[in-house]
Nanobody, 116 residues
Framework: QVQFVESGGGLVQPGGSLRLSCAVS????????MSWYRQGPGKERELVAY????????NYADSVKGRFTISRDDAKNTVYLQMNSLKPEDTAVYYC?????????WGQGTQVTVSS
């Protein structure tokens, strides 16, 4: 069965960094574009970034461009999100999923809180 296990979140001060990981199982990982989403308090879930199969290209939401980097390790069935220069508005639960019009069942996500 499909499973997404996100980790690496935590409490960080503004300007700090975190690296999120998402371990994936239950489907042929390297065949799919992968993505990170986030859902802030009182907000709808939004796309943060996605990466192509093979990792040859990536795209980012304007709000994180230049600060976040998505990457993948197909040998480990894992997708990463390196987050630098974090801002309070980045506070959210972060989720990974395939990048499709119809996402697969969501994992539990990992909480990122940016606060002094």
């Amino acid at each position: 069965q499909v499973q997404f296990v996100e980790s690496g979140g935590g409490l960080v001060q503004p300007g700090g960094s975190l690296r999120l990981s998402c371990a994936v199982s239950g489907f042929t990982f390297n065949n799919y574009r992968m993505s990170w989403y986030r859902q802030g308090p009182g907000k709808e879930r939004e796309l943060v970034a996605y990466i192509t199969s093979g990792g040859y290209g990536a795209n980012y939401a304007d709000s994180v461009k230049g600060r976040f980097t998505i990457s993948r390790d197909d040998a480990k069935n894992t997708v990463y999100l390196q987050m630098n220069s974090l801002k309070p508005e980045d506070t959210a639960v972060y989720y990974c999923n395939v990048y499709l019009a119809r996402p697969l069942p969501w994992g539990q996500g990992t909480q990122v809180t940016v606060s002094s």
